[in-house]
DNA sequence: CATTATTTTGTGGATTTCCACAAAATTAAT
DNA sequence: ATTAATTTTGTGGAAATCCACAAAATAATG
């Protein structure tokens, strides 16, 4: 099939309607997607389409672990930095078959995607540049659906802005305005933060942006960005377990930047999970004393995201402030705190390690490099020298909280 | 020997003088003693003491342990209710001979004793009457040290008072007025509350006093009354295990008042162990938030008195009022409590259980009464429902805390 | 420097904990 | 009322803890 002149001159009233146009020119299923990978539009008539073709129609956009799998193989760095068509060869795995694809350009910004499967035939060289041309035509009618998308775009975040700030307050008005923005309700949700070690440009706005529209591990429901925090309102999926699934969100999405786009070092936090829109100002609160919190006490907190898991950190500032003023003076740690600096001991050391090992013997003798009786011995030591008794939870508690609190005024 | 007058009618300087007298007409050792058993005077020309003498003088006091074994053989009590000479056999586990007592009374009051020591000989019927004659004409010079002593008591009182209430701060005025009122100094210290169930009449005063004077497990450096609370400076021997000897004071004080005034329900606390001066106030202001809290929180606290052992109920006033504000809500209590509601478990009583009894399997299900690996399954569910790792004591802790909070608040 | 006190490491055995598995009992759901 | 899910109790064996004791190493003291 040999085409001289260019196929695409004639108008066309709907991208359905020149998916279809491709699909009869070239003899195959067609779909087009957006820059972040939604479904736009797909050619109707077509008899055989791929397990990965249909999960996309369905579900409206190309499944996560499709997309995944197109960056782990290069193509879509590829395509993002090519104007012309390539095929990719089929990845059973996610149910991908044979087919070409090219990307659609605005300037330098590619702004969508159309894609032709291979079912029954193999595309020829013609068939290419004229898929190239294709990407060409759809230009325009894709960027106004970009426009347009960008406006409501701004509106939400508007609005999402004045959430996070307790300027919209009852619960009525909030959920006028989801439904009015078409924003989907969901059961329950937190607000999560992530902090760029820079400000966040726009360029890295979009990459973030499409790195979350093409995440379905949890609903985003808003998004904004505020200097360098991108501020997320989300929505676990399962009742069960919406923590882990927050933490899961949160370290994928930190793979992600730093594998597709070389961005190290984000610190990222959760609030509270809620279940009426009016906690959305404490929940972002919260996310933001939980980064707050691993700015301070970054070796205790490393591993915490979440607010609840913040723990007994969360009252660290208030502890610290009474503890300023005089209060809380321990004794037992006063007198380990003297024993170690007289005799050159680690009592305290020894005993925070203990704790922070959940009172495993042998885990802790590892990491300390000693041996267990040792440990033992230590531990008796304390006990007779704070004149604590270590089967009594709740001094435990309080010398633990008492040391982590002392290392924490010592950063202050 | 047969006095047909009196043969104390002659005046005398000093009780010294009186004692010897009597020594002289008696044949035997004399001590005499005010009403706290401190060492009045005691005759001088005698070859033979024993034990329980000597130490009497040599520490101008009766020692703690021959005053305890004369209040249990009911010798004590038997000379406070009469002003006939009594008889004492020898009981030799506190170094004590045979000797007679008698009671010096003002009113209906008794003031002091005199003891005969019989060494040599055994008292006859004459000479008991000429030591009941003996005590009768002791009264006048023992009521005028009586009545200094009180005189200077008050005055000290007075100062304590200053002291607690922070009246008077800078170390050195303190000292000051410590060595002008002969207190003695000591290393530590703590102010030690005894809260009674009434007001302090004088007459429980005095009957606490005494038991204060004969005790010698901690040094009572000062002591004021102020209503219900009988409030002193105590000072523990040991710089080792100063919380030992506080609380094994205040369980020997409830054990005394109970046995021999059939005194019960006394409240008691301690604030912190300090070295110097300026803390009493602090101390004092420790000891009362104890009392504070064992009224609030009685089940949790019972077995606390001092104000380190109050452990992370220090600042469980603080933790509630931000509580009450909306902030540190749990939601793995939350839904732990949502789950026990809806399936008529209990899973946050055992939880509670658990860390109560310091996180042993066994015993706590004895204490719950059930299968060890009921519990052990419990705690599996209690994990996956609050999402809470239970091998991570900061969530651990987080968790304990936040329901022992909310028991505190449902009390409140 | 010698002596004493404290700390560390090692050994062995009784006890306890931890798990996996399974049967019974109870509760919830259709 | 039957089925399914959850909870409780039981059994047994591997692993871990606890403890007493002792030797070696180190630190403190006169």
Redesign the interface.
């Known amino acids: 099939m040999i085409h001289k002149e260019d196929p695409f001159k004639a108008n066309f009233d709907s991208l359905e309607e020149f998916a279809d146009r491709i699909s009869d020119l070239l003899q195959c299923p067609i779909t087009i997607e957006d820059a972040n990978h939604r479904l736009i539009a797909y050619s109707a008539h077509d008899d055989y389409t791929d397990p990965a073709r249909t999960a996309t129609i369905i579900s409206r956009r190309v499944p996560e672990k499709v997309i995944n799998s197109l960056w782990k193989t290069g193509v879509i760095p590829a395509l993002l930095s090519s104007e012309e068509p390539l095929r990719v060869e089929t990845i059973s795995d996610v149910g991908l078959g044979n087919r070409v694809a090219v990307s659609i350009w605005k300037n330098n910004e590619v702004i969508g995607f159309i894609w032709a499967l291979e079912t029954g035939r193999t595309l020829s060289k013609d068939d290419m540049e004229l898929l190239k041309k294709a990407a060409k035509a759809a230009k325009n009618k894709v960027l106004q659906l970009y426009m347009r998308k960008n406006k409501r775009e701004e509106r939400v975040q508007e609005f999402f802005w004045k959430l996070l700030t307790g300027h919209i307050k009852t619960n009525e008005e909030i959920h006028e305005n989801f439904s009015a923005m078409q924003i989907p309700a969901a059961p329950r949700f937190s607000v999560l933060v992530f902090r760029f070690a820079n400000g966040i440009t726009s360029d890295l706005e979009k990459q973030i942006s499409y790195i979350l529209q093409t995440t379905q591990q949890v609903q985003v429901l808003l998004y904004t960005v505020e200097r360098n925090d991108f501020i997320l309102l989300v929505a676990p999926k399962s009742a069960?377990?919406?923590?882990?699934e927050l933490n899961q969100f949160i370290s994928s999405f930190a793979t992600k930047m730093k594998e597709r786009f070389h961005i190290n070092s984000i610190q990222s936090s959760f609030g509270?999970?809620y279940e009426t829109f009016e906690y959305i100002e404490?929940s972002y609160k919260e996310a933001l004393t939980v980064l707050s919190m691993k700015e301070k006490f970054p070796e205790q907190t490393f591993s915490i995201y979440g607010y609840?898991?913040l723990?007994?950190?969360?009252?660290f500032d208030?502890?610290l402030e009474?503890k300023q003023q005089?209060?809380?003076?321990?004794?037992?740690l006063t007198k380990l705190q003297a024993y170690d600096e007289k005799h050159h001991t680690n009592l305290i050391e020894t005993y925070e390690a203990f704790?922070?090992h959940?009172?495993n013997v042998n885990e802790t003798a590892k990491a300390l490099n000693i041996h267990p009786n040792t440990l033992s011995y230590r531990l008796k030591r304390i006990a007779?020298i704070g004149?604590i008794d270590l089967?009594?939870?709740?001094?435990k508690?309080?010398l633990?909280?008492d040391i982590k609190l002392a290392k924490y005024e010592a950063l202050h």
Chains 1, 2 share one sequence.
Do not use: C, R, T, W
């Not at 069960?240 to 882990?244: A, V």
């Not at 005089?326 to 037992?332: L, Q």
């Open positions: 069960d377990q919406p923590l882990y509270g999970i404490k609840q898991q723990g007994i950190y969360q009252f208030l502890l009474k005089g209060e809380f003076a321990n004794s037992a704790f922070d959940d009172s007779e004149e089967h009594n939870m709740n001094q508690v309080k633990y909280i």
